[in-house]
């Protein structure tokens, strides 16, 4: 069975700061890797994924990521956040095994003025 | 481009009812994805369908069940509804079925709420 886990439930971070938000997945099958940002009561929106290649991506509002085979890790990264950044982070695994796509239990980011 | 419409957006339903979720995906897309997202048990996946067919099923009782029509149009029904199926269902969209890694396009959800 595949699984992630985000350590950290809520992040607070002061704008202009850089921030790194952490996800471990275990899985013995291939996988591809997601980070999607979920606003006030909105849906989801892709920022980034990992399906094979580079292991560092870019993704949509100065966000990025890297994937650590080694370390089954796919933390993601800012280098200087915005007040509209304030929202809540998931990371996800999706594995070949089973072929579902797994969400960790999301981290809030909370951008202090 | 329209984005991925799911109706109703808000809905309050009884114990014991059966509700139906509808979502029209993305012009062109033929994968619809299908999850409940509730702050105790976070976002879990309950089925993903391709071309009319069902590709996979989350771990859910037998009262879950969906389908895809022709154009892509997707069901989900949820029957002798229990308080703990009250959540926001997400339905999302894609070109291709997910082992493709195509992107997934949430729509906004189906709020339901059981009493």
């Known amino acids: 069975a595949q699984s992630v886990t985000q350590l950290d439930s809520q992040v607070p971070v002061f704008e202009e700061a850089p921030v790194e938000l952490r996800c471990n997945y275990s899985?013995?099958?291939?996988?591809?890797l997601f980070w999607y940002v979920q606003y006030p009561n909105q849906g989801l929106q892709l920022l980034l994924k990992?399906?094979?290649?580079?292991?560092l991506v870019k993704g949509i509002n100065g966000f990025e990521a890297e994937f650590n085979k080694s370390q089954t890790s796919f933390h993601l990264r800012k280098p200087s956040v915005h007040i509209s950044d304030t929202a809540e982070y998931f990371c996800?695994?999706?594995?070949?095994?089973?072929?579902?796509?797994?969400f960790g239990t999301g981290t809030r980011l909370t951008i202090i003025p | 481009k329209a984005g991925v419409t799911q109706t109703p957006r808000y809905l309050i339903k009884t114990r014991g009812q059966q509700v139906t979720l509808s979502c029209s995906p993305i012009?062109?897309?033929?994968?619809v994805s299908w999850y409940q997202q509730t702050p105790g048990q976070g976002l879990q996946f309950l089925f993903e369908?391709?071309?009319?067919?069902?590709?996979n099923k989350g771990n859910f009782p037998g009262r879950f069940s969906g389908r895809q029509f022709s154009n892509s149009r997707s069901e989900m029904n949820v029957s002798t509804l229990e308080l703990g199926d009250s959540a926001l269902y997400l339905c999302?969209?894609?070109?291709?079925?997910?082992?493709?890694?195509?992107?997934?396009?949430f729509g906004e959800g189906s709020w339901l709420t059981v009493v």
């Open positions: 999302a969209s894609s070109l291709e079925d997910s082992r493709s890694g195509n992107t997934i396009y």
């Open positions: 899985s013995s099958v291939s996988v591809y």
């Open positions: 990992y399906l094979s290649g580079s292991t």
């Open positions: 996800a695994v999706y594995g070949f095994g089973n072929e579902k796509l797994t």
């Open positions: 012009s062109g897309h033929r994968s």
């Open positions: 369908y391709f071309s009319e067919t069902q590709r």
